[in-house]
Antibody, heavy 118, light 107 residues
Framework: EVQILETGGGLVKPGGSLRLSCATS????????MNWVRQAPGKGLEWLAQ??????????YYAESLEGRVTVSRDDSKSSVYLQLNSLRAEDTAIYYC?????????WGQGVMVTVSS | DVQMTQSPSNLAASPGESVSINCKAS??????LAWYQQKPGKANKLLIY???TVQSGTPSRFSGSGSGTDFTLTIRNLEPEDFGLYYC?????????FGSGTKLEIK
């Protein structure tokens, strides 16, 4: 059974940083691209970032709206993917989801809440 | 990026009824449209992809249709567990983009 679990969310002050983790199991992690998607309160889903697998040299892609404030990485030995969020703003308050896939996102975690507030 | 317009935003129906949710792409996405179900405290569930291909585990009362720019998710004979949020997403082009969601509520 595919399992995806995000951790690391919480309350952070504007301008602060946070690192989200995503642990996976139940599939060959090395074979898959992984993504982060977020959902602000009462809003829709927004794709943020993707990291491809070793076959694609771990290439990374980001939504233009993030303006270089995020970095995605992965550790194949731990079947995990990470999202570093910097220079956080109130509008970054959202549930952050880890998902599997290229552009069809077939498995999702339950998400982790990030609240940016003073 | 491809813009996705989803309608209606809200929908109320009774168990046993049938409902349809629409999704329109800003340009042709061929058949590459997915539908997801979102429920509080649960992982988003992929229901249908490539317009009409039912993901393993999706009940047969769910069906998808459409191509090009216009797509529809139909749920027949609604069950109580079907109430929640539904999102469309195009998977023809990178990056993936989503509709704004439809909240399906019990009437």
């Amino acid at each position: 059974e595919v399992q995806i679990l995000e951790t690391g969310g919480g309350l952070v002050k504007p301008g602060g940083s946070l690192r989200l983790s995503c642990a996976t199991s139940g599939f060959n992690f090395n074979d898959y691209f992984m993504n982060w998607v977020r959902q602000a309160p009462g809003k829709g889903l927004e794709w943020l970032a993707q990291i491809r697998n070793k076959d694609y040299n771990y290439a990374t892609y980001y939504a233009e709206s993030l303006e270089g404030r995020v970095t995605v990485s992965r550790d194949d030995s731990k079947s995990s993917v990470y999202l570093q969020l910097n220079s956080l703003r109130a509008e970054d308050t959202a549930i952050y989801y880890c998902t599997r896939g290229y552009n069809l996102l077939d498995y999702w975690g339950q998400g982790v809440m990030v609240t940016v507030s003073s | 990026d491809v813009q996705m317009t989803q309608s209606p935003s809200n929908l109320a129906a009774s168990p046993g009824e049938s409902v349809s949710i629409n999704c329109k792409a800003s340009k042709s996405i061929s058949k590459y449209l997915a539908w997801y179900q979102q429920k509080p405290g649960k992982a988003n569930k992929l229901l249908i992809y490539s317009g009409s291909t039912v993901q393993s585990g999706t009940p047969s009362r769910f069906s998808g249709s459409g191509s090009g720019t216009d797509f529809t998710l139909t749920i027949r004979n609604l069950e109580p567990e079907d109430f929640g949020l539904y999102y469309c997403q195009q998977h023809n082009e990178y990056p993936p983009t989503f509709g704004s969601g439809t909240k399906l509520e019990i009437k």
